[in-house]
């Protein structure tokens, strides 16, 4: 009967797999590494807050692709939080934390990258049922989509569990991996091969889709008698929809195929010194989304634009003093000047509230 280490901190298990955690993270890398992910993890919080609000308050997006967008905004915005969680719980520190802390760093990585493949496959279905129907957006309803996107985040939760519920290789130290030194390779190998397949279908899907749109609006184009820019408009989503996924795809895949080589104990293959720049690459992939969804859809652009400009006003407002003192109350021209300027400063804010 093999014994179980529940009681041992991690250190008992990466002396075993011979990972070299505090080499590696000392020193100008430690630094270089901590300095690029806090950048990425304010830039991702900022960013995927401001599609999230946009979604919000726009009404030209209260539709299932963009409350599906903006879920996906969130999944980014959890993928911040699980790198924060994890560059305090890294590098050194790794080997000084109990069993479950290191459940929870790693579930939280796995539960933000479920949701966003599984986010991109919803999305996959939505621009189908709209498309087969030649409609820029589907009739599915709020509930619906509300119900969709708690199906997602349950998905994603319960992927992220499942090492913590018993598929791992505590009690069984030989099946451990190197890289999740107490996870066991069989269920690398599961992770890693079931979402390298997501994203391969996906992929031929998304591409299906596309090709379909394409020659559909230009056999309809000529017949058609809307506007050029509405005809093109699910062209449009669905470019937005393909860099999203492509981005996906290049920022995860490398990291996959490395776990992958670990969970088949490919020991020639140096997986210890690359980890943590495809981990980065990984991270950049949140960084990212934000700026497609500005620079594909000018309506997004416009609507995030106007959000900083009218936060940035209100700052500048609180901050300066007032401007018209009682001693020049009498002179009219001083007054009907800071009428004028007052308007004209609202005149941004009120534009993108209505």
């Keep these: 009967m093999n014994e179980c280490h529940y009681d041992k901190r991690m250190d008992f298990f990466y002396n075993r797999s011979n990972s070299d955690t505090a080499d590696e993270w000392t020193g100008t890398t430690l630094v270089i590494v901590l300095c690029v992910g806090t950048f990425f993890c304010l830039f991702i919080f900022f960013s995927n807050s401001l599609v999230i609000a946009a979604v919000i308050k726009n009404r ?13 905004a969130a999944a980014d915005f959890f993928a911040g939080i699980a790198y924060v969680f994890l560059m305090f ?7 000084t934390l109990t069993v479950n802390r290191w459940f929870l760093r790693q579930g939280l990585l796995d539960t933000s990258l479920t949701a966003s ?3 991109l496959l919803v999305i996959a279905v939505e621009r189908h049922m709209s498309i087969m129907r030649m409609r820029v957006h589907s009739n599915l309803t709020k509930k619906r989509v509300t119900l969709l996107i708690l199906f997602i985040w349950a998905i994603a939760i319960f992927m992220g569990a499942v090492p913590t519920l018993g598929w791992n290789c505590i009690c069984n130290i030989s099946a451990c991996s190197s890289l999740a030194p107490i996870y066991s390779r069989s269920y690398l190998i599961f992770w890693t091969v079931s979402n390298l397949m997501a994203f391969f279908i ?4 998304y591409l299906r889709i596309y090709m379909y749109v394409k020659r559909k609006t230009n056999v309809l184009s000529p017949h058609t008698s809307g506007s050029i820019s509405r005809r093109r408009t699910p062209v449009k ?11 996906f795809v290049v920022c995860w895949t490398p990291g996959l195929v490395v776990l992958l080589l670990d969970g088949l104990n490919c020991t020639q293959c140096g997986v210890q010194h690359v980890k943590r720049w495809f981990l980065l690459l990984a991270l950049l992939n ?6 497609i969804y500005s620079y594909k859809d000018e309506d997004m652009y416009s609507t995030m634009k106007k959000m900083i400009c009218c936060f940035s006003q209100e700052k500048n407002q609180e901050r300066r003093p007032s401007r018209i003192p009682s001693t020049v109350l009498s002179r009219s021209d ?6 004028e300027d007052s308007i004209s400063q609202g005149t941004v804010c009120n534009k993108s509230s209505s």
């Design 89 to 95: 719980n890294t590098g050194p520190v790794s080997k």
């Design 334 to 339: 001083t007054g009907s000047q800071y009428l």
């Design 60 to 72: 030209k997006f209260h539709f299932p692709f963009y409350y599906l967008l903006a879920n996906l």
């Design 202 to 205: 996906m992929v031929v899907v």
């Design 286 to 291: 949140s960084v990212m989304n934000p700026i």
């Design 237 to 247: 989503l669905m470019k937005t929809v393909m860099i999203v996924l492509g981005a």
């Design 117 to 119: 493949l599984t986010n």
